[in-house]
């Protein structure tokens, strides 16, 4: 009985010596561009799977004021705070896939906040609402080289709207929101 002790004890301790916690960046610095904005990121750790990415960019919105009239491009501000939990750091190191820049895949709650401040012009008698939404969030963050990100992301949340005293709104102030994003960007 007691060699099974000793074996089990044995075998554990060179399981447990074996095993490697990977961890997330200590931080991490970066711009990113997608399809609808640019995007400044820091990405502080704050355990050795989370870490709370705070972004500043400008989100861009393409509009017109009819079926047949013009088009308009604004950017607005968005301030955003999201804790990233990156799931599978371990199994990546397990499989020698890259973990540097905080490479895996995330789960996530991206909060974000569009001030009603606008870059560009509107139209008369229209103004921009600022917003709130809450995202939880799933994607995926790779590099190419020493530099160069990709990411992606899916989610499904709420937004809430900022009414005005003076502006007309639809029924409801809230409503269910989209996160779907695929950027690529440059880490310092």
């Known amino acids: 009985m007691k060699q099974l002790v000793f074996a089990l004890t044995l075998t554990f301790l060179l399981f447990r010596i074996s095993a490697q916690d990977a961890s997330v960046e200590k931080s991490t610095f970066g711009i990113q561009t997608g399809f609808l904005g640019v995007w400044a990121h820091n990405e502080p750790k704050l355990s050795n799977s989370i870490a709370l990415r ?24 968005a301030l955003t705070l999201e804790p990233r939990w990156y799931y ?7 499989k020698k896939r890259r973990i540097d820049g905080n490479s895996g895949n995330f789960v996530s709650i991206k909060t974000t906040y569009h001030p009603d401040l606008v870059l560009g ?20 963050r790779r590099n190419v080289g020493k530099h160069f990100t990709y990411e992606t992301g899916i989610g499904i949340g709420y937004y809430h709207l900022f009414k005005k005293d003076n502006v007309f ?7 269910v929101a989209v996160n779907l994003h695929l950027r690529i960007g440059y880490r310092f």
């Open 54 to 77: 705070s972004e500043f960019g400008l989100d861009a919105a393409i509009f017109g004021e009819n079926f047949i009239g013009s088009r308009n491009l604004i950017m607005v501000p």
């Open 169 to 175: 709104l639809f029924e409801d102030e809230n409503g």
């Open 121 to 140: 012009s509107l139209p008369a008698n229209t103004v921009f609402i600022s917003d709130i939404t809450i995202i939880p969030t799933w994607g995926i």
């Open 88 to 94: 599978n750091l371990n199994k990546r190191v397990t």
